[in-house]
DNA sequence: TAGTCTCATCGTCGTTCGACGATCATCGAT
DNA sequence: ATCGATGATCGTCGAACGACGATGAGACTA
């Protein structure tokens, strides 16, 4: 069953157009978006409001330390944010990274 | 100096807002996106209309085949586009590549 | 305290990437 | 017909990636 909890985290809605990154960063984002699995976890995040570890785990298909590594490339991306809760880890979107990606994208 | 001569391709103006790829599509153009040089070259192509593969050479410190490759995946990705003008290739964007690209990133 | 559950991290293995120099094919000019 | 210039392709090498199983660290539960 996926527990839909909301991820409570600080962010502005930020009003401005947010500035698009240097080359540096831009590449380094689509890098970690440069992956089917790593897609499909974003969209699962999206969709659902957040995830524990397992239940993204559940929908890929791949080993548990596999998902684990795309989890933490795009954590390390800023594209996601993990908050520990016990034993389990819930990840959701990080909307400023995607923010930052969107804007940079778009810039081009 | 840089010959800004222009790139003729058939192209429609495109009023739809344009489908957005599926995951493994994204993955590839978000791949081909994730060097940095690759981010300079398609943003040398943007500036200048098109570019000599000699001309990029000349802007990215780095060897003529090493270059050469980064054209030939963002060409692959269908990002750029290049023609043979005699003895060498003139390239410049693949506008709809790139609205492809910027459709998916935007439907996150 | 012992046991269990969850998840991150480590070590490994094969594949892909990114860089290079060398070579090759093609076109233009002599 | 030869030569020079241009740029793609090939072969190589080290580094990074992607997958896995095994292990380890915490946090609840009995």
Same mark, same amino acid.
């Given at each position: 069953?996926?527990?839909?909890? $909301?991820? *409570?985290?600080?962010?502005?809605?930020?009003? $401005?157009?947010?500035?698009?990154?240097?080359? $540096?960063?831009?590449?380094?984002?689509?890098?970690?978006?440069?992956?089917?699995?790593?897609?499909?976890?974003?969209?699962?995040?999206?969709?659902?409001?957040?995830?524990?570890?397992?239940?993204?785990?559940?929908?890929?298909?791949?080993?548990?330390?596999?998902?684990?590594?795309?989890?933490?490339?795009?954590? $390390?991306?800023?594209?996601?944010?993990?908050?520990?809760?016990?034993? *389990?880890? *819930?990840?959701?979107?990080?909307?400023?990274?995607?923010?930052?990606?969107?804007?940079?994208?778009?810039?081009?």
């Amino acid at each position: 069953m996926s527990q839909t909890t $909301e991820c *409570r985290v600080l962010q502005q809605p930020s009003a $401005e157009p947010l500035a698009a990154p240097d080359d $540096e960063t831009l590449a380094l984002l689509a890098k970690a978006l440069g992956h089917p699995s790593r897609l499909k976890i974003l969209r699962l995040l999206t969709e659902r409001n957040a995830c524990l570890t397992g239940e993204v785990v559940g929908e890929l298909d791949l080993a548990q330390s596999t998902v684990s590594e795309h989890l933490r490339i795009l954590r $390390e991306a800023n594209l996601i944010q993990g908050e520990i809760e016990g034993p *389990r880890t *819930r990840y959701c979107i990080n909307a400023n990274g995607i923010a930052v990606l969107k804007a940079g994208i778009a810039a081009l």
